[in-house]
């Protein structure tokens, strides 16, 4: 909105500052940032009085968390919210990237709220059918990866090797909607401790807003190898948001959580990533920055393989972090220390920008 506005005052004065990608993420990171801690006590209110015992806790999983029932979910619908209103005051309303990005974001956001009020509604922790499930989140990123992809080639570019990509024609459409449904259930799972999510998501978007911003640029990307994406530098300004909405929800869910951010938020925020990779043209990437999104829905995936086949498991419980959490790890350190492995992935992730 305030984009058009500096357009139609040709930019001149004060509005000349809404011309620059790096102006509009700034302010799209602190207008989030700002209005979710200021919606947040309300919305956590509200919850707390509309769910009453807050969301269901497994009786099956780690002793500690029993303690945390009655804290309210949903918690997805402050950073949708404070997301949302940044972008439409920041975002270029005629860039298909950022509404594209922003169709998955609220799309997956309402496909979780349905998945968290049938837990709250009906007391349980099993929510919509796994194959209902998926066949929305597929429906939803089918249709972003239409729109995305309309924009761009069909490759698929190999990190590490500079103008090697593997063509992949009209097979591009369904590999770009299982990324975006593969990135937002990652998500999904790694969301089952105070902060566990929050922050490596915060890294991830911090990422690939630089990453964005490059390959937007023709003359950065073409100095550092990478593929040349017009139009993807608006994708920074909505990384910069993604960041707000998710340091000020960290605020309220940092230990002991005050919310939980719920389906309603990692199936979104992890549905943003994927989009948002596929339009950068750094999907092998996000792969390697989200590594521990990737670490956790493999855990998971091994262990329902291994013991269909042989009736044993391969961890104490799967997603990984509360394996560690059986192995007698407090919650506190699983977080910190997925934290800095996420750092870690995250600088990997930025070393195959140069190492081409």
Same mark, same amino acid.
């Given at each position: 909105m305030l984009y058009l506005i500096a357009d139609w005052f040709h930019y001149e004065g004060l509005s000349n500052l809404f011309r620059y990608q790096t102006f509009r993420s700034g302010a799209a990171l602190m207008t989030a940032l700002g209005l979710g801690l200021l919606i947040g006590p309300r919305f956590i209110n509200m919850l707390r009085v509309r769910q009453g015992k807050g969301q269901p806790i497994r009786e099956d999983g780690?002793?500690?968390? %029993?303690?945390?029932?009655?804290?309210?979910?949903?918690?997805?619908?402050?950073?949708?919210?404070?997301?949302?209103?940044?972008?439409?005051?920041?975002?270029?309303?005629?860039?298909?990237?950022?509404?594209?990005?922003?169709?998955?974001?609220?799309?997956?956001?309402?496909?979780?709220? %349905?998945?968290?009020?049938?837990?709250?509604?009906?007391?349980?922790?099993?929510?919509?059918?796994?194959? %209902?499930?998926?066949?929305?989140?597929?429906?939803?990123?089918?249709?972003?990866?239409?729109?995305?992809?309309?924009?761009?080639?069909?490759?698929?570019y190999v990190p590490f090797l500079s103008g090697r990509y593997i063509p992949l024609g009209p097979f591009y459409y369904v590999f770009a909607a299982f990324v975006i449904v593969g990135a937002g259930n990652a998500v999904n799972l790694t969301d089952g401790l105070d902060g566990l999510a929050t922050?490596?998501?915060?890294?991830?978007?911090?990422?690939?807003?630089?990453?964005?911003?490059?390959?937007?640029?023709?003359?950065?990307?073409?100095?550092?190898?990478?593929?040349?994406?017009?139009?993807?530098?608006?994708?920074?300004?909505?990384?910069?948001?993604?960041?707000?909405?998710? %340091?000020?929800?960290?605020?309220?869910?940092?230990?002991?959580?005050?919310?939980?951010?719920?389906?309603?938020?990692?199936?979104?925020?992890?549905?943003?990533?994927?989009?948002?990779?596929?339009?950068?043209?750094?999907?092998?990437?996000?792969?390697?920055?989200?590594?521990?999104?990737?670490?956790?829905?493999?855990?998971?995936?091994?262990?329902?393989?291994?013991?269909?086949?042989t009736g044993r498991r391969v961890f104490r419980m799967a997603p990984i972090h509360h394996h560690f959490e059986q192995k007698g790890w407090k919650e506190s350190t699983v977080v910190i220390r997925f934290w800095i492995i996420s750092i870690v992935l995250a600088v990997l992730g930025l070393s195959t920008l140069k190492l081409r």
């Open positions: 780690p002793q500690s968390h %029993l303690a945390k029932r009655g804290t309210p979910t949903m918690g997805g619908l402050m950073i949708l919210t404070a997301l949302v209103s940044s972008m439409i005051l920041f975002m270029d309303v005629t860039n298909p990237f950022v509404w594209a990005c922003l169709a998955v974001t609220v799309g997956f956001g309402i496909i979780g709220f %349905l998945d968290d009020y049938d837990k709250v509604a009906k007391r349980s922790t099993a929510g919509l059918s796994s194959k %209902l499930r998926l066949a929305l989140e597929f429906l939803v990123a089918g249709i972003a990866a239409y729109i995305i992809v309309s924009q761009l080639n069909t490759n698929l922050m490596p998501v915060i890294i991830a978007a911090g990422t690939f807003a630089i990453i964005c911003y490059l390959a937007g640029r023709v003359d950065y990307a073409n100095y550092l190898g990478i593929p040349h994406v017009p139009r993807a530098g608006e994708l920074a300004v909505f990384c910069a948001g993604i960041i707000g909405a998710c %340091l000020a929800f960290l605020w309220f869910n940092a230990p002991p959580a005050a919310v939980f951010m719920g389906d309603t938020g990692s199936l979104a925020l992890g549905g943003a990533l994927g989009a948002i990779a596929v339009a950068a043209h750094h999907e092998i990437v996000l792969a390697i920055v989200g590594g521990l999104f990737v670490l956790e829905a493999a855990s998971v995936i091994i262990q329902v393989f291994w013991f269909k086949r």
